[in-house]
């Protein structure tokens, strides 16, 4: 196992609860998946809309098994593999990917939340879990980039509920609380580079109010000894088969399986097992 953080970034990610690789899919690696996530009708034909409080969207595809595409390829390469199983401690398994994108203008925000605040009502015991943003064009402020509190994983998970429009957020109470004493990160990115973060890490996003359009691509893992104890919309255990870092320049522009629906989630906005009630929280999927 080769992960590319050094000690310090390593910190970082147990410290901060996220850290940012600079450059780690190269200009062709990262052209390739732009290509793909444009061209691919795969994921076109998979194309859903989630709405923020005000109306505004950002297009999704959401896909469970990462398959042999450039996209796929991408998220089992050996050093984003041995990085997750370098953060998480042992074994993972690809929980699912999602391509996020806002439109210039008209792309939606994202209220604070935890990914464990959904994940945790899928049946997965512990946070064990961690996901990868990659840049696919440059995020900054103006176009709506990804923003951290700084350390709020070590708060543990909180409470979410359904919040207005289609999304789940955290407890906004706990939320302001935790901004007087956590600082706000904007995590200003470009092509080609990838924020790993942990699930219990607060996070959100502002509307793209530029003229760019901002995309990124995130691939999430779960380790393998946190199975799931019930079945849910995203896999259970699944042994990942990891390839060399050179399969993805290798393998070109392949698309995705168009004949693998499995992999794929609904483009409905959210089936009913999507939003189940627990108590008084709702369990969704950003």
């Known amino acids: 196992m ?56 950002t297009r999704m595809v959401t896909w469970n098994h990462p398959g042999d595409s450039v996209y796929g390829l991408a998220a089992r390469c050996a050093k984003m593999v041995d990085t997750m199983e370098d953060v998480l401690g042992g074994e993972v398994y690809h929980y699912h990917s999602k391509l996020t994108a806002k439109e210039p203008y008209e792309g939606g925000a994202w209220e604070w939340h935890q990914d464990y605040g959904y994940w945790y009502h ?8 961690a996901s990868a943003m990659t840049a696919l064009d440059t995020a900054n402020r103006d176009n709506g980039c990804l923003q951290v509190l700084r350390g709020s994983h070590h708060m543990g ?80 255990y699944t042994p990942l ?13 392949r698309f995705g399986d168009a004949g693998n629906e499995d992999a794929f989630l609904a483009k409905a ?10 108590g008084a929280v709702f369990a969704r999927e950003q």
């Open 2 to 57: 080769t992960s590319v953080l050094d000690s310090d970034q390593r910190a970082a990610f147990d410290r901060d609860g996220y850290v940012i690789v600079r450059g780690f899919f190269d200009p062709v690696e990262i052209g390739l998946l732009r290509e793909a996530m444009e061209k691919d009708p795969t994921i076109s034909s998979h194309v859903y809309n989630r709405g923020d409080a005000e109306g505004a969207v």
């Open 122 to 129: 899928n049946g997965c015991l512990f946070p064990l879990m």
């Open 157 to 236: 998970r909180i409470e979410h509920g359904l919040l207005e429009g289609e999304q789940v957020g955290g407890d906004l109470t706990r939320v302001e609380e935790a901004k007087k004493h956590l600082e706000l990160v904007y995590c200003e990115m470009a092509p080609g580079d990838v924020l790993f973060f942990h699930c219990n890490t607060l996070h959100r996003s502002d509307q793209n109010r530029s003229a760019n359009r901002r995309w990124t691509m995130i691939s999430c893992y779960n380790a393998a000894r946190n199975n799931p104890y019930r079945a849910h919309h995203h896999p259970s």
């Open 241 to 253: 088969s990891k390839v060399p870092d050179s399969a993805i320049a290798a393998a070109g522009l």
């Open 269 to 278: 906005t959210a089936p009913a097992e999507l939003t189940k009630k627990v």
